[in-house]
Nanobody, 124 residues
Framework: QVQLVESGGGLVQAGGSLRLSCAAS????????MGWFRQAPGKEREVVTA????????YYAASVKGRFTISRDNAKNTVYLQMNSLSPEDTAVYYCAADSRWRLGVGTADYDYWGQGTQVTVSS
């Protein structure tokens, strides 16, 4: 089992920045692929970004490429999402997810473990 706890969400004005964190416990963090997903009201949950167990491979959705950066600190069992140049379209609940199957998945079905989510609201 893996427990994931997100933090860092909040209200920010358009053009601003936020940094989300996700602390993991319960399994060797360095063996996990980690992802960030988001779900806006009335929409399906979608992938934002993902990072391989070693940090050597990253995936970004087209909508966030160049604005968001995923990183991980295996010594701290934590994955981060730095979000810059935020727009109202980024408003959503952001979820951290973990996969133990040694692959870089980009779909919700590829992840076994989920955090409770953190709200990000971007005002115009």
């Amino acid at each position: 089992q893996v427990q994931l706890v997100e933090s860092g969400g909040g209200l920010v004005q358009a053009g601003g920045s936020l940094r989300l964190s996700c602390a993991a416990s319960g399994r060797t963090f360095s063996s996990l692929t980690m992802g960030w997903f988001r779900q806006a009201p009335g929409k399906e949950r979608e992938v934002v970004t993902a990072i391989s167990w070693s940090g050597s491979t990253r995936y970004y959705a087209a909508s966030v490429k160049g604005r968001f950066t995923i990183s991980r600190d295996n010594a701290k069992n934590t994955v981060y999402l730095q979000m810059n140049s935020l727009s109202p379209e980024d408003t959503a609940v952001y979820y951290c997810a973990a996969d133990s199957r040694w692959r870089l998945g980009v779909g919700t079905a590829d992840y076994d473990y989920w955090g409770q989510g953190t709200q990000v609201t971007v005002s115009s």
